[in-house]
């Protein structure tokens, strides 16, 4: 985000490719037309601000509702959903493909009923083409950023925390609805990438992978036919490729993205026969592609990150009962317990074992989740004990006492130009909403465990 020097927004994005790439201009090319546009053009850049300032304030400031909550609200939502689906593809909407975890988590979680059953089958059929797709890392496993056109082929390479944590919640759904051994495959497969790739020495998770190595986004993924036999051999290595759409002239830049793509059905109704032959090549691949240069990691240890993924473990553990979920996801909520939280206030980041930075809303909200998904694959009262306290400082710190709801920053925050305060999900679920599931949850837990 770009500022004037009363720290107004005047122009900013999401992200700014090093070079020109997938139509989006180059970290030097918007540098150069930032200086230009101040320099040049200040009563531009003047308007700009005020459409910058109206624009938080339109979204920032959501208006109460007095409609009743009921069922019609989420069916209303996936009917509405449903209007942008692709039934080819899979996904919601034309262009670029991203996994949408905030929108299609509840209709993968509805509870199957004959009117769920046309909008969890749109889910289903994301679900498996995403597995299919380049967008999943079919040596290494856990999901890409995003797919840069509408088939989930070509990847955008970045691996992020959050998206293969809400993506793991999500296939554990498909697999409770559907016992689909694939579905069950990607969330192992995915956890194991968490833990190889993304895992603190103390517990805590790391917040993402890059897409780039050396100097090329991709690189360390990518692969060309005579790279796979000199590690198969020319026979394997031919049906590995048919079965991965590997070719000579190849579907990203020049070289391959592994996909199943040309053949989704076929690999639900052969699965274990193919797999027989496709699981030892994999890790052969994986072994050689370890030996190329690796894309950096972010080491940053955010907290409500982290209490996505804790929360992704814990509902692995509660899905198959594999004690080393429940043990990782406790060993990430005793690191965050003891180093982001102190006296029930929740820091941003954990950074050379202290917290730091005032935390957001997501991160109380999300870290009190997960303690309270502790407790129900525990029933350890501790778990319950430190989500009240979270909870309470929450409330006591964010809650907005005039118009109900939470700001995305405590009353103790530092001075930004509008509090923010929204109820729409993002890349994550909104913060509001969290906070939401997480008192009523609460509630409940509290009453059970008074009982027993």
């Given at each position: 985000m770009f500022l004037t020097p009363d720290q107004e927004p005047f122009y900013g994005g999401t992200y700014f490719p090093p070079v020109p790439r997938h139509n989006l201009p180059g970290f030097p090319d918007v540098l150069r037309g930032v200086v230009e546009a101040y320099r040049n053009h200040r009563d531009d850049v003047r308007k700009n601000v005020e459409k910058v300032k109206t624009g938080l304030l339109r979204v920032g400031t959501p208006q109460p509702s007095d409609d009743p909550l009921t069922d019609r609200l989420l069916d209303e939502a996936a009917k509405n959903l449903g209007q942008f689906f692709d039934?080819?593809?899979?996904?919601?909407?034309?262009?670029?493909?991203?996994?949408?975890?905030?929108?299609?988590?509840?209709?993968?979680?509805?509870?199957?009923?004959?009117?769920?059953?046309?909008?969890?089958?749109?889910?289903?059929?994301?679900?498996?083409?995403?597995?299919?797709?380049?967008?999943?890392?079919?040596?290494?496993?856990?999901?890409?950023r995003y797919s840069v056109d509408g088939q989930w082929l070509s990847p955008h390479f970045e691996k992020m925390l959050y998206d293969n944590a809400q993506l793991v919640r999500i296939y554990l759904d498909g697999w409770r609805l559907t016992k689909e051994n694939?579905?069950?495959?990607?969330?192992?497969?995915?956890l194991e990438y968490v833990r190889r790739e993304l895992t603190h020495p103390d517990g805590a998770f790391f917040a993402a992978q890059d897409a780039d190595s050396d100097g090329h986004e991709g690189t360390y993924f990518v692969w060309e036919p005579g790279e796979i036999a000199a590690v198969l051999g020319a026979e394997t290595a031919e049906e590995f490729c048919r079965h991965y759409g590997v070719t000579e002239s190849g579907n990203f830049e020049g070289k391959n993205v592994l996909n199943r793509l040309g053949g989704i059905q076929l690999a639900l109704d052969a699965h274990e026969q193919m797999e027989s032959l496709l699981r030892p090549a994999r890790i052969q691949l994986l072994a050689a592609r370890e030996q190329r240069m690796k894309p950096q990691r972010d080491d940053n240890i955010l907290t409500s990150w982290n209490g996505m993924m804790v929360s992704a473990y814990l509902d692995a553990y509660q899905a198959f009962g594999v004690p080393a979920y429940l043990a990782a996801a406790e060993q990430a909520l005793t690191f965050l317990l003891d180093?982001?939280?102190?006296?029930?206030?929740?820091?941003?980041?954990?950074q050379g074992g202290k917290g730091r930075l005032n935390g957001y809303l997501d991160d109380a909200a999300c870290l009190a989740a997960a303690l309270l998904d502790a407790f129900e694959a525990t029933s350890h009262r501790w778990y319950l004990d430190q989500a009240r306290e979270v909870t309470d400082h929450l409330l006591e710190r964010y809650w907005d006492e005039a118009a109900g709801g939470c700001f995305y920053t405590s009353r103790d925050h530092e001075a930004l130009l509008h509090r923010m305060k929204s109820g729409t999900d993002s890349a994550i679920p909104s913060g509001n909403a969290i906070v939401a599931l997480v008192c009523a949850k609460a509630v409940l837990l509290h009453k059970r465990a008074e009982v027993s």
């Open positions: 039934p080819v593809h899979g996904g919601f909407g034309e262009g670029a493909e991203v996994s949408d975890g905030p929108a299609t988590q509840p209709v993968a979680a509805s509870d199957g009923s004959d009117k769920d059953a046309s909008h969890q089958e749109q889910v289903l059929i994301q679900l498996r083409t995403m597995a299919a797709g380049g967008i999943y890392d079919h040596l290494g496993g856990g999901f890409h694939r579905f069950r495959e990607v969330v192992e497969e995915t180093y982001a939280v102190e006296n029930g206030r929740v820091y941003r980041t954990v």
